[in-house]
């Protein structure tokens, strides 16, 4: 379970989350939407401690992740990260991408490393592009890429952040679609999104975020067929 | 013109001067070495740190980048020298290459880090791994590659500079030519030699350089 309690972030002297509460149950999808610059990026970079905060806590099933003990190369294996820019390793091969941590973070063998890096290809779909470099895939296989790397450090949480904003729209089709896969089966999720239809089908629970605050949470139906605030209204009105 | 050429002296001498060729080659090899790793450090000191050592690094830069080579070289040698430390020619000529390297290849990898972007630390450190890990095992992998062709091309360097060695009286290439051409009075014959011997040492080294980096990038 991930507990967020008053949770206030700053770059300089901008105020970017303005004291979230929020907790995320085990199993749960929770899509987070809003404007560009509401903090809600932010939120997730401050859930696996890629960024500090000046006040507040975040619980990973009970640790701490911004107390000064908390290892926190452990705590990141169990909250697998898929950026906007996918951020495929270039001079990996694809293998290796998925390969590489499991061997040098878990400490697994290479041949059990290989083989836990296979499975997760395979299961996002890429098995037959295991000795391909990165740059000869398309930007949605290298998403997909992004993601079994990410999942073979066998996370309980996968966090994503605007997945599919950075790809041609032909291909935001099938990274949304390996992410329904996770969702049905069981993974717990925080994906911050663009896309609505998704947030829709997919989400137990949808956020909107508004200039750092949390304005609404509730199941999809709800939030986007009754939205109670007012920004909310305008941010619907606007992305249909 | 009257001058006639005599080539025989030369060839006479040619096993000497191959041999002094491989000293070159070894000199300007291990200077690249040590010139990658320093100039590896000093880039990233200059990088992520404040304070005195950076601007030590700073001016070991400066210094090898704005000076000439050959007055480092008097540096290690005489330099040193009139405060006691008397090195051997291989040494002096080894330190003040490695000095230059460094500088020259501390450039280049600066750019280099700066070529690759932030995110991809953020995805390796979201990954689990450690700070060490992410620059180990991701960063430097691919700055080698942008800095690939510099160092190819400051090797070259280190061998055409390691000539101003014969003037601290180090009896490689160079040296050792001047050695035969003033026993001979050959002057010309033996620096044309020399000169041919220089071009193919390089052209064997760029071909070198080539084929590894087939093996080392497949990406």
């Known amino acids: 379970m991930i507990e967020i309690r008053d949770l206030h972030k700053y770059f300089g002297a901008l105020h970017v989350l303005k004291g979230i509460n929020l907790d995320v149950e085990k199993g749960e999808v929770l899509s987070v939407i809003g404007a560009s610059g509401s903090g809600k990026s932010t939120l997730l970079y401050c859930i696996n401690a890629l960024e500090a905060i000046q006040q507040g806590s975040v619980l990973v099933d009970g640790t701490d992740v911004h107390a000064k003990g908390t290892n926190i190369n452990t705590l990141r294996q169990n909250l697998g990260m898929v950026f906007q820019q996918w951020n495929s390793f270039p001079h990996l091969t694809v293998l290796e991408n998925v390969a590489l941590a499991p061997r040098i973070v878990r400490g697994l063998d290479k041949a059990r490393a290989r083989e836990i890096a296979e499975q997760q290809l395979v299961h996002v779909g890429l098995g037959d592009k295991l000795n391909n470099y990165p740059l000869a895939l398309s930007g949605g296989q290298q998403q997909r890429l992004a993601i079994a790397r990410a999942l073979a450090m066998e996370p309980s949480y996968m966090l994503f952040d605007e997945a599919t904003s950075a790809l041609d729209p032909e291909l935001v089709g099938e990274v949304l679609d390996t992410m329904r896969l996770l969702a049905e089966e069981g993974m717990t999720m925080i994906c911050v999104t663009h896309e609505m239809g998704f947030a829709r089908e997919v989400s137990d629970r949808v956020a909107f975020f508004h200039q750092g605050i949390m304005e609404e949470i509730s199941p999809p139906e709800e939030l986007f067929g009754a939205p109670k605030s007012e920004h909310l209204q305008k941010f619907l009105s606007k992305v249909k | ?219």
Not at chain 2, 163 to 168: A, D, F, N, W
Not at chain 2, 172 to 190: M, V
Request: no cysteine.
């Open chain 2, 1 to 219: 013109m009257d001058y006639n050429f005599h080539w025989k002296p030369v060839i006479k001498a040619l096993p000497e001067l191959l041999e002094a060729s491989l000293l070159t080659l070894q000199v300007a090899a291990i200077s690249i070495v040590f010139g990658i790793v320093i100039g590896l450090g000093l880039a990233l000191i200059r990088l992520h740190m404040t304070g005195p050592v950076k601007w030590l690094a700073s001016a070991w830069v400066e210094l090898a980048r704005n000076t000439p080579a050959l007055f480092q070289l008097f540096f290690f040698g005489f330099g040193l020298g009139s405060f006691g430390l008397h090195l051997s020619p291989y040494m002096i000529v080894l330190l003040a290459l490695s000095f230059n390297n460094a500088g020259y290849l501390a450039e280049n990898f600066r750019g280099g880090f700066g070529a690759v972007p932030e995110t991809q630390i953020r995805a390796s450190r979201s990954l689990g791994m450690t700070a060490f890990q992410a620059y180990t095992r991701i960063v430097i992998p691919q700055v080698l590659r942008i800095v690939y062709l510099p160092i190819t091309n400051q090797m070259v360097w280190a061998v055409l500079i390691s000539s101003l060695g014969m003037l601290v009286g180090f009896r490689e290439l160079s040296g050792e030519t001047q050695f035969f051409a003033s026993k001979t009075f050959r002057i010309f014959e033996y620096f044309a030699v020399t000169a041919v011997i220089y071009y193919v040492i390089v052209k064997l080294i760029l071909g070198a350089s080539r084929l590894l980096a087939v093996r080392l990038f497949r990406y």
